[in-house]
């Protein structure tokens, strides 16, 4: 061995020993309760439910004691304060959202770079110089009050704007006059889960709303009963008209759209998560007008695209799996008479508009983005090229114009926004991030592994260049796996701090989303979830096999149901994983439909209350599923104290369980936000600190030898074995 490797081993050997196991961790004493519940006929022993209770005196001291000791933990890993650092140089650029069009004026969101919330712009023209239209970082001085959405008039005359404080699912409605600035006296309140649309006129809007919920339960209470309103400009909430409710079914809600003709009020009713809906609609032109029934079997997913006249155009998923582009004249509306205009493939379609009067279309083939144009009978026009592997969104533009924008992007391609001129045919980059990151010096590749069942499974994989496969790289997974919902290759500056560093991505297809269509969906809900924890087994098991990593050196991720992911596989396999990252997950399968929108997700998981759906929740719940004794990965929990999406009692428990099951020296921590949530709106200074103690926690507990401490050319590239 020559003086250079010995002094390179002697480094690695540095940085492999966790020093900060070390020190004798002392978590704070957690109360243990005795709740015992009966689920038909099996005793369920729930000693943290106290800790459901979030706003309690012995709660907010619990939550104190807890982040006491991991953010001391944390502050003392050696690798946190350069992520921090470096994690704000790449953060630092500004970030464009696609301008969209509304009459003559163009509007779109910047972020300078570290601004905590981005600014909304407006411009009279693309060539015109863009004004601050709304400026969400003076809503609060610690950014936590976040602009949530924006919906403008057709003539572009005023936008309505939704404020969420603090994370909240929660939001108030404000309206904003384009050409002064100024607001507008309307202020509308207890939102949740609404855009706003509005009447051809651009008097006022459509929208839905909740009832008021009882004085001290808006974090908790669970929410049902929604109703669709009409609210008219300068008049008062109370005011607002009713336009549809069920009150036969609460667990209804509505998503109210008008055509861009202004001639009709199409009603999507939604149920839950589930992909099913129903659709109504209403003709706007005639006042009197009842509200129709259009598509009322609850059959099939049906999202509403266009219309041409009473020619009303779905992408939906009945009779095709990948999804298909139908017509439905709402004058001989029976499925019979429903006429294909672009059949389903094996490619799965993911959206679609009108502009130029053509179809835009999204699909995804093996994961991969595609963007194709369409004449209104379906017929193919051309597919637009994108630059390599990755993923398209948009476009976006209004029927009748000449031009569209979209977005790509993916793992080492930074988010860059193309114009489309109909006219010429041709893409130009309208604009482009200019990122303090080199994609030539990473790789890129999709490969596909074999799950426990035989199913072949899509993994990406994202590294430098120069990466050995013997085992010794830190590697970070990360997947989701449920809700119909497709992880597709796309930019993060807090993935690059890693990758740089010499850690690897990877990035399963799991089933349970829709990367393949409702198929590949419906494989991994309800009584197959087992398939999604299997699928991700299976895909470290392929990165140590493969001699990408080794157990000591990978860790596992995902975020609400992905933290439930986390929580299952490392209660499943738990000496099969380094280090575990379970974030706003769903950790309690039992109760979740107790509380806010957990009902919901009934369709998805099953619920509790079934005998035969209590036995597959209890059988991989991630509270129920901790054996005492055993030794757990290390582990960082992260949750909010204003999630109320997820509520952190999920996190709680488990965190306070796993803390009293762990029998192994690796800390078992919980990070707990304030005045966050789920994690939308979420202020930059607050998501930079958290990516860093993330990424610190994992480099100190896989030991990831910083990239500057390496000499260069120590690897070969492994596209090369």
């Not at 994609?439 to 199913?455: A, C, H, L, R």
């Not at 000496?575 to 769903?586: E, H, Q, R, S, T």
């Not at 990516?691 to 596209?719: C, E, I, N, R, Y």
């Amino acid at each position: 061995m020559d003086t250079r490797r010995i002094s390179v081993f002697l480094l690695l050997c540095f940085w492999l020993v966790p020093t900060g196991w070390g020190q004798a961790l002392e978590y704070p004493e957690t109360r243990e309760g005795d709740v015992i519940e009966d689920y038909h006929g099996t005793q369920i022993a729930d000693p943290y439910r106290w800790l459901e209770d979030v706003d309690s005196e012995e709660t907010l001291a619990w939550v104190q004691a807890q982040n006491a000791v991991t953010f001391d933990y944390l502050e003392k890993l050696p690798q946190r304060k350069m992520f921090e650092e470096r994690l704000t140089e790449l953060w630092d650029y500004p970030k464009y959202s696609a301008p969209f069009k509304r009459g003559d004026r163009y509007f779109f969101s910047k972020n300078d770079g570290l601004q905590n919330q981005s600014v909304i712009y407006v411009q009279e023209s693309l060539d015109a110089e863009p004004r601050v239209l709304i400026d969400p970082n003076t809503f609060s001085e610690d950014g936590t009050v976040a602009l949530s959405g924006l919906f403008v008039s057709d003539e572009g005359n005023y936008a309505a704007y939704s404020i969420s404080e603090s994370g909240s699912d929660w939001r108030t409605f404000k309206v904003r006059d384009v050409a002064t600035g100024d607001d507008l006296d309307d202020e509308l309140k207890w939102i949740k889960f609404s855009g706003a649309s509005w009447d051809g006129d651009g008097e006022g809007f459509y929208y839905s709303r909740y009832d008021a919920p009882e004085e001290g339960e808006a974090m908790q209470q669970v929410n049902k009963n929604q109703k669709l309103y009409y609210h008219h400009l300068g008049t008062a909430q109370d005011d607002d008209v009713l336009v549809y409710e069920r009150p036969d079914e609460p667990e209804w809600g509505f998503g109210a759209g008008v055509t861009d003709d202004g001639d009709y009020l199409i009603i999507n009713v939604w149920q839950g998560t589930d992909r099913r809906n129903r659709v109504y609609y209403k003709d706007l032109r005639d006042e009197n007008a009842e509200v129709l029934r259009l598509l009322d079997d609850f059959d099939a997913a049906y999202n509403f695209v266009g219309n041409t006249g009473s020619d009303f155009y779905f992408m939906t998923d009945h009779d095709a799996p990948n999804q298909r582009l139908i017509a439905i004249d709402t004058d001989n509306p029976d499925p019979q008479n429903w006429t294909t205009l672009i059949p389903e493939t094996e490619a799965v379609l993911r959206g679609a508009g009108i502009v130029n009067n053509q179809f835009v279309v999204t699909a995804l083939e093996d994961v991969k983005g595609r963007l194709t144009l369409h004449d209104l009978d379906g017929s193919l026009v051309k597919e637009i090229e994108t630059p390599t592997l990755g993923s398209v969104y948009g476009g976006s533009g209004e029927r009748d114009a000449t031009e569209m924008f979209y977005t790509f992007t993916s793992f080492t391609y930074p988010s860059t926004i193309y114009r489309y001129d109909f006219a010429t045919g041709t893409s130009t980059i309208f604009r482009q991030p200019e990122v303090d990151f080199d994609p030539e010096n990473y790789i890129t590749k999709q490969v596909f592994y074999t799950s426990k069942d035989g199913t072949q499974v899509p993994l990406f994989i994202v590294h430098k260049k120069g990466l050995v496969l013997d085992g010794s790289n830190p590697t970070y997974l990360y997947a989701y796996g449920g809700f119909n919902i497709s992880l597709t290759p796309g930019f993060s500056i807090s993935n690059v701090a890693w990758l740089e560093q010499g850690g690897i991505y990877a990035q399963p297809s799991l089933r349970g989303g829709g990367e393949y269509g409702e198929a590949w969906h419906q494989a991994g809900m309800l009584n197959k979830k087992q398939n999604v924890f299997d699928d991700f087994i299976a895909a470290a098991e392929y990165l140590i096999d493969e001699g990408y990593t080794s157990t000591p050196k990978l860790a596992i991720g995902g975020g609400s149901n992905g933290g439930l992911l986390v929580g299952a596989v490392m209660t499943q396999r738990p000496a099969l994983f380094g280090a575990a990252l379970p974030a706003v997950g769903v950790m309690d399968m039992l109760r979740y439909h107790k509380f806010t929108i957990g009902w919901a997700w009934a369709s998805e998981y099953g619920s509790s209350d079934d005998p035969e759906q209590f036995k597959h929740l209890h059988a991989y719940s991630p509270l129920h599923n901790l054996q005492p004794g055993t030794a757990y990965p290390a582990t960082m929990v992260t949750t909010a104290d204003h999630d109320d999406r997820v509520v952190p009692g999920h996190s709680f428990k488990f965190a306070a369980a796993l803390q009293a099951a762990h029998a192994g020296d690796a800390p078992v921590l919980i990070r707990i936000e304030s005045k966050a949530g789920h994690g939308a709106g979420k202020p930059t200074s607050k998501i930079i600190e958290e990516q860093a103690d993330k990424w610190a926690f994992l480099a100190h507990t896989l030991g990831l030898t910083p990239a500057s401490a390496l000499p260069s050319g120590t690897g070969v590239d492994d596209s090369q074995r």
